[in-house]
T-cell receptor, first 116, second 116 residues
Framework: GAVVSQHPSRVICKSGTSVKIECRSLDFQATTMFWYRQFPKKSLMLMATSNEGSKATYEQGVEKDKFLINHASLTLSTLTVTSAHPEDSSFYIC????????????FGPGTRLTVT | AQTVTQSQPEMSVQEAETVTLSCTYDTSESDYYLFWYKQPPSRQMILVIRQEAYKQQNATENRFSVNFQKAAKSFSLKISDSQLGDAAMYFCAYTYSGAGSYQLTFGKGTKLSVIP
């Protein structure tokens, strides 16, 4: 149980375009989802926290207009990188918390974004 | 602010031997949770072990065990009978009940190599 999927696993897009990453909880209802960014050989950096039906809370320094987060249902959150630039290239990971273990996050497999 | 410190950027262990990864944290909270996550080359974050601060007994999961020293704010991970598949980045993480949505604070990670 407690499986989180992400789609796509890899995406390449051209500079200036937008790309959407989906995060789904497959077998539980996710009251809260988190989006992280991870640079090579570095730890996870929290970008934002989203609760179903509410606006996401962004961490300091994260541009909310560039990284649009939507948590439309209890099983789906999306991250849209708008007007992508090469510096947005990174590994993006989502995680989710369910009602069973409110303090334990379940992680998706991540999405490798490359902006050319 | 809560911080998590992993002082060993890299560690190595001989196959079948035992290795201990260090983690210290700083908090003024009394009700919190600690985790060790493994991130293999696939980059999927895998929960290795969790510890509730209110529990005095150290958590154990098969070959993985922790030494939780609450007064010293120390949370080390011991891997016994190391296997090649244990090679990965290991992240220590902390969350607490007052963090709203149980946001995780991660350490910088320890890269573990297993020598055949």
């Amino acid at each position: 149980g407690a499986v989180v999927s992400q789609h796509p696993s890899r995406v390449i897009c051209k500079s200036g375009t937008s790309v959407k990453i989906e995060c789904r909880s497959l077998d539980f209802q996710a009251t809260t989802m988190f989006w992280y960014r991870q640079f090579p050989k570095k730890s996870l950096m929290l970008m934002a926290t989203s609760n179903e039906g509410s606006k996401a809370t962004y961490e300091q320094g994260v541009e909310k207009d560039k990284f649009l987060i939507n948590h439309a249902s209890l099983t789906l959150s999306t991250l849209t990188v708008t007007s992508a630039h090469p510096e947005d290239s990174s590994f993006y990971i989502c995680s989710a918390i369910g009602t069973a273990f409110r303090y334990e996050q379940y992680f998706g497999p991540g999405t490798r974004l490359t902006v050319t | 602010a809560q911080t998590v410190t992993q002082s060993q950027p890299e560690m190595s262990v001989q196959e079948a031997e035992t290795v201990t990864l260090s983690c210290t944290y700083d908090t003024s909270e009394s009700d919190y949770y600690l985790f060790w996550y493994k991130q293999p080359p696939s980059r999927q974050m895998i929960l290795v072990i969790r510890q509730e601060a209110y529990k005095q007994q150290n958590a154990t999961e098969n070959r993985f065990s922790v030494n939780f020293q609450k007064a010293a704010k120390s949370f080390s991970l011991k891997i016994s009978d190391s296997q090649l598949g244990d090679a990965a980045m290991y992240f220590c993480a902390y969350t607490y009940s007052g963090a709203g949505s149980y946001q995780l604070t991660f350490g910088k990670g320890t890269k573990l190599s297993v020598i055949p």
